[in-house]
């Protein structure tokens, strides 16, 4: 049974803080989990990784895919212009306990939205499928947390 929950937010509203926090709390569980992450900054051209190492102009000339291993690690690029998280989630996902998705507002799974003011409250407030919204400007980590904790207790899978 794969479970997925979102954490979705505007930038600085606490997306990463939050998502580490949820990682280390499934994995004192032992959850498996994977995480998925949209980088949605406009007009970006890398992913934190610069355009002239080794592995980016494999792709940049023509290869379908590049996988870097190296110290405890597997990097897999691979070039898609538009890809549905669904797809991802079904093409790209091994882990089989929980998938952590950072961002993809308008997707349909189960989500935390975190906001800071206001505004941005109440234009997140339209989002579908919310389960818990939080206010990051005050101490948030216990209602997380205890939110985690039952949602991982209720069996039922979101996808």
Known sequence: MVKVLQVVGFKKSGKTTTMNRIIKQLKTLDYEVSVIKHHGEIGGQEIDIPRTRDHITYIENGADESIVQGYA???KLRKNESIELQTIIDEEVTCKDIVLVEGYKQAHYDKIVLYNNAEDKEM?????????????????????????QSWVGDTRETI
Do not use: A, C
């Not at 339209?126 to 206010?135: A, E, G, H, S």
């Not at 005050?138 to 985690?148: G, L, T, W, Y």
């Open 124 to 148: 997140l407030s339209q989002l579908q499928n919310i389960k818990l919204m939080v206010d990051t400007s005050v101490d948030s980590e216990q209602v997380i947390k205890e939110f985690i």
């Open 73 to 75: 690690y597997i990097h």
